[in-house]
T-cell receptor
């Protein structure tokens, strides 16, 4: 069964460094998403992406965040200058109809 | 704006007992509603969804949920719990249309199943 894959599974970075989280959505899906879950808090929507552009973003998704689909298979989330409060589990998702398919997540730890 | 409240952060049942996980939502427009399950060290897996068709929705692993507009609820049930059902369950809502993927999640309910 096709699935969304995310790499790496765990990333540790120093505060102020740039990180890129990578995702390979399901191949025939057209909508892509990033969500995050800070430890002990709810899963939160960050951004949705369709037709090579952002379709919606939350207030969390400020100028330090960016998304890109650099080729036909990858979908990336870049955090330019990480802060301690960016430590969270980041989930990528894709869909072709209501009901998202989520990846297993990347645990980002900022130290 | 939408919101979801899951009543009970922890639910414990015996194997073979009824599972009932409660979810209430708030939405200014007709909602789409979802239940996801997360097993340890895994991603979120879609259990079932309501998208304005039948109000009783059947999902995977024997779970079902009923959309009750008058009660703004979408409770998840399973007649007989199995040990493998132990996981964290998330209820989520979206507005549908082109924003169907912008989910607002509840805080999650951890289900424990004991022998």
């Amino acid at each position: 069964e096709p699935e969304v894959t995310q790499t790496p599974s765990h990333q540790v970075t120093q505060m102020g460094q740039e990180v890129i989280l990578r995702c390979v959505p399901i191949s025939n899906h057209l909508y892509f998403y990033w969500y995050r879950q800070i430890l002990g808090q709810k899963v939160e929507f960050l951004v949705s992406f369709y037709n090579n552009e952002i379709s919606e973003k939350s207030e969390i998704f400020d100028d330090q965040f960016s998304v890109e689909r650099p080729d036909g298979s990858n979908f990336t989330l870049k955090i330019r200058s990480t802060k301690l409060e960016d430590s969270a589990m980041y989930f990528c998702a894709s869909s072709e109809a209501p009901g998202l398919d989520f990846g297993q997540g990347t645990r980002l730890t900022v130290v | 704006a939408q919101s979801v409240t899951q009543l009970g952060s922890h639910v414990s049942v015996s194997e073979g007992a009824l599972v009932l996980l409660r979810c209430n939502y708030s939405s200014s427009v007709p909602p789409y509603l979802f239940w996801y399950v997360q097993y340890p060290n895994q991603g979120l897996q879609l259990l079932l969804k309501y998208t304005s068709a039948a109000t009783l929705v059947k999902g995977i692993n024997g779970f079902e949920a009923e959309f009750k507009k008058s009660e703004t609820s979408f409770h998840l049930t399973k007649p007989s719990a199995h040990m493998s059902d132990a996981a964290e369950y998330f209820c989520a809502v979206s507005v549908g249309g082109t924003s169907y993927g912008k989910l607002t999640f509840g805080q999650g309910t951890i289900l424990t199943v004991h022998p």
